[in-house]
C-alpha cells in the first residue's frame, strides 16, 4: 500500500472524498481474512451486548480507531468491533464528528 501515507495527508476531510475502491480504503483481501477471524470469534453486535441485547443480525467489523487516522492498527484485532449496521452508522457519525 506504497500510496497510503501520501493519500492520508493530502485529503481533506472536510472535502468530499472521491469515492475509492474498498481495496483502495485499506479493505483488501488481508482485511477480509482479518475480519473473517475476527467475526467468528465476536459474532455479536458489541454494542448491543454492552445494552444487554443479543443481536447476531447484519454484523458489520469496524476499526475503533478508523484506518484514515491509525492505517497501521488496520488488521490490529484490538482495534476491531463487531457491530450491527445501526451501531456501525452511529460510530462512523461519531467518527465523523471526532476526527473530521
Ligand atoms: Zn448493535
Given at each position: ?26 479493505y483488501?483481501?488481508?482485511?477480509r ?24 443480525e ?10 484514515l ?32
Open positions: 500500500m506504497p500510496n497510503r501515507i501520501k493519500r492520508r495527508c493530502d485529503v481533506s476531510p472536510n472535502r468530499p472524498a472521491t469515492r475509492q475502491t474498498p481495496a483502495e480504503r485499506g483488501d483481501a488481508l482485511w481474512k482479518v475480519r473473517e477471524a475476527y467475526v467468528a470469534d465476536h459474532p455479536l453486535c458489541e454494542d448491543c451486548l454492552d445494552e444487554g441485547v443479543t443481536n447476531p447484519h454484523i458489520e467489523v469496524d476499526h475503533v480507531i478508523p484506518i487516522i491509525r492505517p497501521d492498527l488496520r488488521l490490529d484485532m484490538t482495534n476491531l468491533r463487531s457491530r450491527c449496521r445501526r451501531h456501525h452508522k452511529l460510530k462512523t457519525d461519531e467518527d465523523q464528528r471526532f476526527y473530521g
